[in-house]
Structure formats: C-alpha cells, structure tokens
C-alpha cells in the first residue's frame, strides 16, 4: 500500500522530501527539505530569507501546532515618517523589509518535530544554489515580465538578469552567493560539539547573528534600511494553536489571524452554517453563493483583521454561529458589488482600467508520511520588490508591502508588529485520523482557490484530481492585500472553460465577469496530500509548475 504522499511547487521539492522519506525522515523532516529547496529553485517566488508559515499534525500525540513563521517590522519603523516621505503604501526596495522568518522557522520545526540534521535536509537547496537547476517556462516569464523591475538594483540584476537579459527557459540559473548562505549555516552546525539541536541552533545562529547577519546588516546601514543586528538576534517564531472547524464531517485546522487563516476558518464556517445544500446544487458549485460568501469575508478582514495583537476583538469573533448567520442573512440573489462591513474602504471602481496581474509570488509543500504525521506550509516572498543583499543571494522578506503606511489604520506599521500574512496552510483529519495537507499560492486567490476544492471534495464526491483541474472563479471585491491594495467592486475573474451556464448564471446575477484563460497560474496552485484507508494520494496543480508522488517507505 502507498503509504506517504508529497506535493510541492517544483520538481526539485518534491525529489528532496521524497529522498527524506526514503530515508527514514518524518514529514517534517521532509517538509522542511522541500520548502528549503523551493526558496532556491523558485526564487522569483520564495525567499530563502522570506516568511513560511507551517501547520503541522503529530501522529503520536495527536497535536496541531502552527508557526507563524513570520517576522515583525524592525525597531526602527516609524508609519508617520514612512507616510511622510512615501503617502500610503509601503514602497517598493530595502524599506518593505521585515525581519527574516523562514530560516527559523525552518530550523523550529526541524529541532521540535524533526529527526535530522540542517545538513542532512539541506543537501537539494545547496546543490541547486551551488550548481544550478534549469529554468522552467514559469520562472522564464515571470522574470521577463518584470524586467524593469529587476533591472533597478544592481545586485538584483546581477542573479537575475544575467548579461543584462532575463534567462530562458532551459538555461541554467546558478545562485554562488546563496550557496554561500547555505554552507555558512551547514559549516556552523558542522563545528557544533553539541547534540542536533545544538547544531541547528548553530546553523540558525550563523544566519541571525553570525556572517549572514552582518552582511544583511551592513547592507541596511549603508543603504537607508531598517533592519539592525538586534532585530535579527531577538526573533523568535511563534508556536500557536490552530483554528480547528468542523467542515462536512472533517475537521480543518486553520492558522491564526496573523494570516488568512482566520478567513479560512470563516469561510468554512459560514458555509457549514448554511448547510450542505447551500455551496453545491445540482452537481454543481452555487457560485454566486459562494462568491458573496467571500465577499463578506474578505469585507470582515479588512475591518477587522491584522497582527492579533492589534486586533480590536478576539479573533473567534468572526466564527460565532450568530455572526455568520447575520454575514449569510445578508446575502441575495443579485451580486453585492461590495459588502458590509467597510468603514476603511476606499473602492476605486475604473471600470475601464485593465485588470492588474495575478499574484505569483508564493509556493507550497504538502506530505502526509507513514506514521500519519502532516506537515503543511506556504513559503513565499518575492525577489522583484526588493534589493538582493550582495554576497548573500537573499531577497530578504520584503513583506511589508501587506502593511500600510496610514497612521491609525488597522494594518498600520509599527515595530515589532507583523504583516497580516496572505499564505495560510491548513491541514484536515477525518474520525479523528490523519486526511489531508492543503496549501496554495496566489495572494487573495489562496482562500478562494482552497475552498473550491474542498467543496468538490466533499459536496461533489470528485476525485482529488478532477477537484483540483476543475475551473475556478474569483472575486477582487475588496482591498487588496498588497501594496497599492486596489479595490475592484464587484469583480469576478473565472477560467475560460468554466461550464458556460454557470457563467450566464453570474451575468444574469449582475456580477462584472471577465475570463482568464483555461488553467491559468492566476487561479492558484493547489498541492494537496491526502490519506485514508485505502492509501495516499498526492496532486498537485497543473496550472503550475508543482509536481507530486507517493510511494511506500
């Protein structure tokens, strides 16, 4: 019988935890080598300096932990000088950078819930740094698309405008000053005397504080960043408990809301209040039920949602049955061009105006290994927002761009404060017994896209595969997470070989349709790992570059 199951957002993830699981790894120790991998060999979308947000289940303890995995503004963050000198929005360059979260997070995992050595999971990310991996057609156009912006800083340049032209598919992209990063870490635990722990607590000392520290340091200083020597040293990752709903049967663990995981949990929440009858009829998805579901979710976020430390009210407020059954009394058989809540909205309703791109930037990695234990995470940041640190190879996380600079605003900047993240993994048991790691990228798509799935899963009884290829839909009517957060009213984007009477349905509903192209990447990337009783079973999204397998141990 299979009896794991990985998906990831490259080739080169997959193979690292496969190669983990067949050794003898546990998923965690496989997760943390794929998502380590992905930060090299998608680096227009992941920053191995970037943020990764993990969920995880223990098989033996029955445990969901979660980890932010990711980092608070530095010290010397100020919003009323950001919004003096650059208005609303968080610019583009050294200034986005929060402090850098995924090496730790990496790193937590691995010495909490892991069985091997930094080195050990690290063997595919310094291979790839050291020695190149080739160009897939994704990584080509996403460069090619965004050469200007690349082409801003020489040091972003230099890694990915080689020659001062974006690279093809097919070449071969080499990364000597993130191999760099990576053996520095590796050498730090090499010379520690200590147990693994101790030894991965020196890998991480190497990057926080040792001669990866000092680079991105001096770099800030020189340069007009923010991030200091005692912002680094002093981060820690959060461990915090997961927001657990019940859901057709399944219980679905979400993250908090330093994420979407708390609009996640919504989601799913208000859906299971209306009943089963209410997302799927007649074999079909209820896509106008569906999509003013999450308007009014991605409304509450914008009012109510950022760093729970900030928060105005507790996050479970927006999971209270008589909340959601007041958000689903709302809703009519026409389109809401921009729900309630809102008082911070600002719609910018041009009509006229071409749609913005889809957001790439994002990965993830999914396993489910034999033991049962799960592993879920979101690694994400891109490179062309920021400047690449010289010598290092690293993008850090450039994140702040979910922040805004408006004094009193609830997303507002502030040291030590976190971004409210858009990656949020999630993972499901059924019975009481492992099921399912679930992740995506695509920035406000990710909710949307998830819940599609879930919803063919479970109300459609299709397959894991024909529940991931099925066309999907998306609304933009709401804030947009990232800088300049624009708002579309009424706005809904959906694949091109969406079944045409659903899309009749919407016009005549009055939603303001426009077609994206059949399996687009702008509708997500889903990698998806399930297990039940008659085995496992790995997808992962064709509409990118994710590839998946399963195999015994």
């Not at 899963?457 to 894991?464: N, T, V, W």
Request: contains cysteine; proline residues 8%; glycine residues 10%.
């Amino acid at each position: 019988m299979k009896n794991w199951a990985v998906a990831t957002g490259h080739p080169l993830g997959t193979q690292a935890a496969e190669r983990i699981l067949r050794a003898g790894g546990n998923a965690v120790d496989a997760g943390v080598a794929a998502g380590l991998t992905l930060g090299v060999v998608q680096p227009d979308l992941v920053s191995v300096a970037g943020v990764a947000p993990i969920i995880m289940y223990d098989a033996a303890t029955g445990a969901v932990t979660t980890q932010d995995g990711i980092g608070g503004w530095p010290a010397a963050a100020d919003v009323d000088r950001m919004h003096r000198d650059h208005g609303d929005h968080v610019p583009e360059g050294l200034l986005r950078t929060v402090i850098p979260a995924a090496p730790a997070s990496w790193i937590k995992a691995l010495s909490d819930h892991g069985t091997m050595t930094f080195a050990d999971i690290a063997q595919e990310a310094r291979s790839a740094a050291r020695d190149g991996f080739e160009v897939y057609p994704l990584l080509a156009d996403f460069i090619a698309a965004r050469r200007d912006k690349y082409g801003r800083f020489p040091s972003t340049a230099a890694i990915f405008l080689p020659g001062g032209e974006p690279p093809r598919a097919g070449d071969i992209f080499v990364q000597h000053d993130l191999a760099w990063t990576l053996d520095q870490m590796v050498a730090a635990e090499t010379a520690c005397s200590g147990d693994r722990r101790a030894g991965l607590a020196a890998a991480r000392a190497a990057f926080y504080e040792g001669p990866v520290a000092q680079k991105i340091t001096e770099f800030h200083a020189a340069n007009g960043g923010l991030l200091t020597a005692v912002d680094l040293a002093g981060y820690a990752v959060r461990s915090e408990p997961s927001l657990p709903i019940s859901f057709r049967g399944a219980q679905v663990h979400c993250c908090g809301a330093w994420c979407q995981g708390i609009s996640m949990a919504e989601t799913l929440a208000m859906i299971e209040v209306a009943g089963p009858e209410a997302a799927y009829r007649d074999g079909r998805l209820d896509l106008h039920f569906l999509l003013e579901v999450l308007k009014r979710v991605f409304a509450d976020r914008e009012a109510y949602v950022t760093d729970p430390d900030y928060m105005n009210i507790p996050p479970e407020a927006l999971l209270d049955p008589a909340f959601l059954a007041d958000r689903l009394a709302s809703i009519g058989p026409t389109s809401d061009p921009l729900p309630a809540p809102g008082p911070a909205l600002k719609p910018d309703d041009d009509r006229d105006a071409p749609f913005r791109v889809g957001c790439a930037d994002t990965t993830h990695v999914s396993v489910i290994d034999s033991a049962g234990n799960i592993f879920s995470a979101t690694p994400s940041d891109p490179s062309y927002d920021t400047v690449v640190i010289p010598g290092t190879g690293l993008s850090v996380s450039s994140r702040g761009s979910q922040s805004r600079s408006i004094p009193g605003h609830l997303n507002a900047l502030a040291p030590g404060k976190r971004p409210r993240l858009t990656p949020n993994p999630v993972l499901a048991l059924k019975d009481g017994k492992p099921w399912m790691a679930l992740g995506t990228p695509g920035g406000d798509v990710q909710v949307q896209a998830m819940i599609q799935v879930l919803l063919h899963l479970l109300d459609g009884g299709l397959s894991a595969e024909k529940a991931v290829r099925a066309p999907r839909v998306a609304t933009y009517a709401f804030p947009g997470s990232f800088a300049p957060h624009n708002v579309h009213p009424n706005r809904v984007l959906y694949e091109a070989d969406l079944d045409p009477t659903q899309v009749a349905d919407l016009k005549a509903r009055g939603h303001d349709l426009e077609a994206w192209p059949e399996t687009t990447w702008m509708a997500g990337g889903i990698c998806l790992a399930m297990r039940d009783d008659t085995g496992t079973t790995a997808v992962a999204d064709a509409r990118r570059a994710g590839t998946a397998a399963t195999g015994p141990t």
